[in-house]
Nanobody, 115 residues
Framework: QVQFVESGGGLVQPGGSLRLSCAAS????????MGWYREAPGKQRELVAR???????NYADSVKGRFTISRDNAKNTVYLQMNNLQPEDTAVYYC?????????WGQGTQVTVSS
């Protein structure tokens, strides 16, 4: 069993910043990479950032240069620092393994970017 609990979302103006957190618990030792996903209204869920156990990262083109993913292995926590947020970043954000562990999605955290 694995559990992911996301937090840190909210309402922010364009150009603002937020930091999301994801606390992972359970049988996570087998997960080699963790990712942040987002699902905007009317769109499919997409992977926006990924971090491997060794610390290497990669990002979707839409967030590259604005978002930073990091992890604290001792705390089993993954973070997503989001800067220069834009209205198109509005979505529910989720964390999960990469590839995603089906059936173990958390409740997500809502990020709304609006003036």
């Amino acid at each position: 069993q694995v559990q992911f609990v996301e937090s840190g979302g909210g309402l922010v103006q364009p150009g603002g910043s937020l930091r999301l957190s994801c606390a992972a618990s359970g049988r996570i030792f087998s997960i080699s990479a963790m990712g942040w996903y987002r699902e905007a209204p009317g769109k499919q869920r997409e992977l926006v950032a990924r971090i491997f156990r060794g610390g290497s990262t990669n990002y979707a083109d839409s967030v590259k240069g604005r978002f930073t993913i990091s992890r604290d292995n001792a705390k089993n926590t993954v973070y997503l620092q989001m800067n220069n947020l834009q209205p198109e970043d509005t979505a529910v954000y989720y964390c999960n393994g990469v590839p995603a562990l089906g059936g173990y999605w958390g409740q997500g955290t809502q990020v709304t970017v609006s003036s």
